[in-house]
């Protein structure tokens, strides 16, 4: 399989100039070891046997290996963390070590946090630029820099084909199957985190088929705010022998720390006089075409709108996978650009999908649409929050399917998802 570039490469390829050791984590499947293959010239793969019990037996090998040395699922062998740590505090040079794997750890492992040793670099799925379907001609970067600068651009990808593209997924070893196959590689993945990750991380998982029921009433809860509550009340219903609260909530722990459930935090912004702001999380898997497996999603269904789940939420459930897309995209970006991302609520009924925060606090304030029309509608929280913020908001965006990016006269940016870079 022909590697396809990723806009992490250069990120950490940088870090490796500049530092000693480099983490890469991240879900299972987003494409850590390819990427980090690419710049090693030497590879401890502790998924190995072989390896693993060589390394267990003697941590210190890792440092025999030629650098960059990777170490590929570092986490099966926790010692070699603090292995790596040490070399960093005697001097090791920079680009001396590689890191890939889970933040979860084996039960009863421990280890020092690295802080100030290990830098830590998260890698999501495949954000739609690295997807190759168009070339993007507006930048985030760019924009968050607070220019407003002008800005312009057509494509030919449209609604059915950001169907497509939900259901096809990031994850790079899946959305190269055959489409037949898609679908059972999906299932496996799901199976893989009930079966196995969880367990791997020292909980019991004593009600599997109940863990999959309430993944699947968050998928169906995909860009929203419902409740916990809410969520295993849907996953539930009916049943008798349910889990406990208690024990969900360590599954979601788990599934956090495993990076499958990756919901967006809302926004509190220290500098700001606003009041009432929600503290809720926006719920998002780290792939959407998790969600749409879980919930039974195909293109087809999706555009008619036959999937809709039964669940609480404004507009269509392809409106809501696809806004989990478009924040897919935005954290990549955002992170690149040294950013963070959240979401704006208030508890007067006002919204804004996704807030990317600069290091000072500005902010680009963006809106989700899944369509290709802007209505005044669409852009009144927009302009609101530019009015209330005076030169806190340095640019408006809102991000759709339609075919071309634009500027419009109050300032807010039309951007097509396909259209947007880094």
Known sequence: MEYRSRLLDDKLSELLRLLPAVAVEGAKGVGKTETAMRLAADIFALDSSLTRANVENDPSLVLDGKPPTLVDEWQIVPPV????????????????????????????ARVHSGAGRIVRLLMRPMSFPERGLAVPSVSLTELLEGARPAIGGQTTVMTADYAREIVTSGFPGIRNAQPAARGYLLDSYVDRIVDHDIPEAGRNVRHPEALRAWLTAYAAATATVSSYSTILDAATAGDSDKPSRTTITGYRELLRQIRILDPLAAWQPAFAHLKRLSQGPKHHLIDPALAARLVGASPTSL?????????????????????????????????????????FRDRDGREIDIIVQRPDSRVIAIEVKSAGQVRPRDVATLNWLDAALPGKVVDKLIVNTGDRAFRRPDGVAVVPLALLGL
């Not at 292995?83 to 009863?108: I, K, M, N």
């Not at 806004?323 to 991302?341: F, K, N, P, Y």
């Open 303 to 343: 555009i008619k709108g036959d999937a809709d789940p039964d669940y609480p939420r404004d507009g269509t459930f392809l409106g809501a996978l696809f806004e989990s897309l478009v924040v897919q995209t935005i954290r990549v970006l955002a992170e690149l650009a040294g950013c963070r991302a959240c979401h």
């Open 81 to 108: 963390w603090d292995v790596v740590r040490r070399a960093v505090d005697a001097g090791a040079e920079p680009g001396r070590f590689l890191l890939t794997g889970s933040a979860t750890l084996p039960e009863g």
